[in-house]
C-alpha cells in the first residue's frame, strides 16, 4: 500500500514540474547501503556460477576401487596355502562391498580364498582333492597364472576405460588363456556393457566385447 501511494504521489509530482516548465526529474543516486546490497547480490551470482561444476565434469564417474592391492591378497594367499599355484583372481562386489576371489592348486588340493578387499579378513576357506587326472602338478602346470611384472589396477582400469571411452568397473578377473597371463575387466557405461581383455603384463588390448 505504500509503494502504490508513493508511485502516485511521484506521478503527480513529475506533471505538475512538467506543467510549470521545470525541468525533468532526474533519478536520485542509490544510497550506500543500495549500493553495497546490489554489489553483494551480483558477487554471489558470479561465485555461484564459478563454482558450478561443468558438463563435461558433472559427466565423469568415480571409480570406486578396492583398497587392497593386488599384492596384498596373493600374500595373503601364499600364507594360507603355501606352496601353492595361484589359477585365477577375482574381485567383484559381494553383498555390497569388494571381495578377491582366490583359486589355487597344488599337486594334490585345489583351494578358493575369499577376501574382504577392505580389511582383508578371510571370509571363506575351501579345499577339495583334485581329480586323478589334474593330480601331481597336470593342472597346476596347466593353469598357474605368471604373477611376475603385473599391471597395478589402476593401470588395468585406465586402459579398459579408454576402450570403453570412461563407465564403471564392475569386476577384474585374472586369468590365463594359451599360455597368456590376461585380466578380464568388465565394464559398465549407461547402458552399454563391454569386456575388456588386457595382457596382465604389457597392458596391451588383447579383445573387446560388446554384451547386447
Given at each position: 500500500m505504500k509503494k502504490m501511494i508513493l508511485s502516485v504521489g511521484t506521478l503527480g509530482l513529475g506533471m505538475?514540474?512538467?506543467?510549470?516548465?521545470?525541468?525533468?526529474v532526474q533519478p536520485s543516486s542509490p544510497t550506500p547501503?543500495?549500493?553495497n546490497q546490489t554489489e553483494t547480490t551480483t558477487s554471489r551470482v558470479d561465485d555461484s556460477q564459478a563454482s558450478e561444476p561443468s558438463s563435461a565434469a558433472n559427466n565423469q564417474e568415480t571409480q570406486s576401487k578396492p583398497s587392497v592391492t593386488i599384492a596384498e591378497a596373493i600374500e595373503i594367499f601364499q600364507k594360507e596355502y603355501a606352496g601353492a599355484?595361484?589359477?585365477?583372481?577375482?574381485?567383484?562386489?559381494?553383498f555390497?562391498?569388494?571381495?578377491?576371489?582366490?583359486?589355487?592348486v597344488d599337486d594334490l588340493k585345489e583351494y578358493d580364498l575369499k577376501?574382504?578387499?577392505?580389511?582383508?579378513?578371510?571370509?571363506e576357506r575351501e579345499e577339495d582333492q583334485l581329480?586323478?587326472?589334474?593330480?601331481?602338478?597336470?593342472?597346476?602346470?596347466?593353469?598357474k597364472l605368471d604373477l611376475s611384472n603385473l599391471l597395478s589396477l589402476d593401470e588395468i582400469t585406465k586402459i579398459a576405460l579408454e576402450q570403453t571411452q570412461g563407465g564403471q568397473v564392475t569386476d577384474w578377473d585374472l586369468d590365463r588363456d594359451n599360455?597368456?597371463?590376461?585380466?578380464?575387466?568388465?565394464?559398465?557405461?549407461?547402458?552399454q556393457e563391454a569386456t575388456v581383455k588386457i595382457n596382465a603384463q604389457t597392458g596391451e588390448v588383447l579383445e573387446v566385447e560388446l554384451d547386447d
Amino acid at each position: 500500500m505504500k509503494k502504490m501511494i508513493l508511485s502516485v504521489g511521484t506521478l503527480g509530482l513529475g506533471m505538475l514540474l512538467v506543467g510549470c516548465g521545470a525541468n525533468p526529474v532526474q533519478p536520485s543516486s542509490p544510497t550506500p547501503e543500495q549500493s553495497n546490497q546490489t554489489e553483494t547480490t551480483t558477487s554471489r551470482v558470479d561465485d555461484s556460477q564459478a563454482s558450478e561444476p561443468s558438463s563435461a565434469a558433472n559427466n565423469q564417474e568415480t571409480q570406486s576401487k578396492p583398497s587392497v592391492t593386488i599384492a596384498e591378497a596373493i600374500e595373503i594367499f601364499q600364507k594360507e596355502y603355501a606352496g601353492a599355484d595361484i589359477t585365477s583372481l577375482d574381485i567383484d562386489t559381494s553383498f555390497g562391498k569388494w571381495v578377491y576371489k582366490i583359486e589355487g592348486v597344488d599337486d594334490l588340493k585345489e583351494y578358493d580364498l575369499k577376501i574382504d578387499a577392505t580389511t582383508k579378513a578371510i571370509l571363506e576357506r575351501e579345499e577339495d582333492q583334485l581329480d586323478n587326472d589334474d593330480k601331481n602338478g597336470i593342472k597346476r602346470q596347466e593353469e598357474k597364472l605368471d604373477l611376475s611384472n603385473l599391471l597395478s589396477l589402476d593401470e588395468i582400469t585406465k586402459i579398459a576405460l579408454e576402450q570403453t571411452q570412461g563407465g564403471q568397473v564392475t569386476d577384474w578377473d585374472l586369468d590365463r588363456d594359451n599360455g597368456v597371463t590376461h585380466w578380464d575387466v568388465d565394464v559398465k557405461n549407461g547402458k552399454q556393457e563391454a569386456t575388456v581383455k588386457i595382457n596382465a603384463q604389457t597392458g596391451e588390448v588383447l579383445e573387446v566385447e560388446l554384451d547386447d
